[in-house]
């Protein structure tokens, strides 16, 4: 009944940047928080950025300053802008949203993921 469709992950040098996509369509009445979260090979899944429904942002230490979090909640979109990237930022990238649906009322959504590689 929902789907989270992420895109803009690929191949980057460092230094370089990407800006990531996540639509969420579906029976969708309210979107609550949205956020990025990240998982290395051998590695947990880690929180990279969220945003909340009026614009409060929280990042993971490693990113602050160089990436920014965003939405547009006309568009039940969410970005995520990475600048200065580094080859630690290498990771399949996932979209996360907070979704109420008349049905089942609030769940948390995922996306399928993305893979973002920082190398030369």
């Known amino acids: 009944q929902v789907q989270l469709v992420e895109s803009g992950g690929g191949l980057v040098q460092p230094g370089g940047s990407l800006r990531l996509s996540c639509a969420a369509s579906g029976s969708i009445f309210s979107i609550n928080t949205m956020g990025w979260y990240r998982q290395a090979p051998g590695k947990e899944r880690e929180l990279v950025a969220i945003?909340?429904?009026?614009?409060?942002?929280n990042y993971a230490d490693s990113v602050k300053g160089r990436f920014t979090i965003s939405r547009d909640n006309a568009k039940n979109t969410v970005y995520l802008q990475m600048n200065s990237l580094k080859p630690e930022d290498t990771a399949v990238y996932y979209c996360n949203a907070y979704i109420y649906i008349r049905s089942t009322g609030w769940d948390t959504y995922w996306g399928q993921g993305t893979q973002v590689t920082v190398s030369s």
């Open positions: 945003i909340t429904n009026d614009g409060n942002t």
